[in-house]
């Protein structure tokens, strides 16, 4: 084989380094910013293409409309923001656009409520319709338009509130006593009562009455109650539309009395150490007295609270039939509603309200079941001590406290009135051997002396019953 020398010297001179073709600075320039243009047009079409959407929801159901029925529309987006919302509504062949804005700057949050009885330049229409709500936000999605979410689903509108016809005509009642009013309602009602100021009691189906509708609703003005507050029959449907209904009622105001309560080492020694000990959720504060005040104050907030969930769970009927009855051969030391200061060492400590009667006979003496009924609780109940609680239907209940024993009886036992539950004692708040009775009414303490006479429960209670 032969070879040029110089066609050998040219071979060395291709291979050797820094001669001949190769990139320069340029083209690796160029390269390196084509590839920068397409990684970032990828992750343009990347954020366009799953750009997140801006999250949209409703506060509250809105499938079955009433009058008063709020509709309230949020939208968050707390990355790119809210550029834009519209809401409509649709009956028929007809769109009513409750709003079409645009924000610049975009908002992270927007909220909208409406409610249909207030808007003046549209009304809704009974029956069918759809609701429509479209947000977009600022993100690139949509080919810089921004991503958009919606919702569109349909409702029905039920905008005639439900009717309420007054039966019974003459109701007297005492601050802190009850009556009963007897009532009927048209067929679209769900839910019917006595609402007194904040509170309300339900109303229920009249015993043996023909007409489906008739109701009746036993309620009371609160001890408390301030003497703006007015008794009115309430009735809503299942589209939360509502009506309201005066009927003749004479409120007698009561002037309660007054009274201050010394306490002293030995009581708060006898006291506060039992409860705290069956009572967890009262924290030991390492002093006596704070843990009286806590025991006065919070503990007997929270055994309240308990007997009003205790009275939302009552059955929609009576369980007695008699008048109910006082302790047998007892005598009343402190009454329903006192008002009580409680003194420490000359200084006035702390103030509550008494909602009972403490009733005292002889020591250990038999306590009897006031009227019949159901037991809901027999236990250490806080300030009450061991304390039974019986249900008698309607969101009635009397309760039983400061008992030295309760026996066998317990939860879901049938009691009969005159029939012996427990024995007097002095557990809990209690400075003495005695009975302290209450009565409740749903989510308030009555005064249970009415219930005592049978007069009242005639007048109140039997003779409304005979008469519809």
Known sequence: MFFREDGLRDLKDISAPGKGRRFGPLPIALAAVL??????????????????????????????????????????DLRYGVKALRVSVEQGDKEHVLLDEKYDPPKPEVHYRWTPSQDRKFRLAEGEGRLKVKARNASWGGFFRGTVAS?????????????????????????GGCDMVVYRVSPSTTESGVVVGTTFFPGFRFPGAKDAGTRLAI????????????????ARDEAANEVLANFHLKVSRKAFRSRSLPIDDAFLEKV???????????????????????INRDLRKANNAQLAEMAAKSPPRFLWSLPFQQLGNSK?????????TYAYKGRDIDRQDHLGYDLASTS????????????????????????????????????YGHLSSFGVIKPGDKVAR??????????????GDHLHYSMILHSVQ?????????????????????QF
């Open 332 to 340: 009343v030391e402190a009454s329903f509603a006192d008002r009580r």
């Open 272 to 294: 506060v150490p039992e409860i705290l000990s069956q009572s967890p959720a009262i924290q030991d504060q390492g002093d006596i007295v704070k843990n009286y005040l806590a």
């Open 364 to 399: 250990n003496a038999s306590v009897s079941a006031s009227n019949d009924g159901v037991v809901v609780l027999a236990e250490f109940f806080g300030i009450y001590g061991n304390t039974i609680v019986i249900d008698h239907g309607l969101g009635l209940l009397s309760l």
């Open 219 to 234: 309620f009371a003005i609160p001890y408390d109650a301030p003497p703006s507050a007015q008794a009115r029959l309430r």
């Open 446 to 466: 009555v005064d249970p002396k009415e219930w005592w006479d049978p007069h009242w429960i005639k007048d109140r209670i039997t003779s409304k019953l005979g």
């Open 151 to 175: 919702i569109d689903q349909p409702f029905t509108a039920r905008l005639v509130p439900p009717r309420i016809e007054v039966l019974s005509t003459q109701h007297y009642v005492n601050q």
């Open 35 to 76: 590839a920068l243009a397409v990684a970032g047009m990828l992750l343009v079409g990347f954020q366009m293409a799953f750009a997140p959407k801006p999250v949209v929801a409703l506060g509250a159901p809105f499938k079955l409309v009433g009058r008063n029925a709020p509709l309230a529309v949020e939208v968050k």
């Open 418 to 431: 005159g029939q012996e539950i427990g024995r007097s004692g002095a557990t809990g708040l209690a400075g």
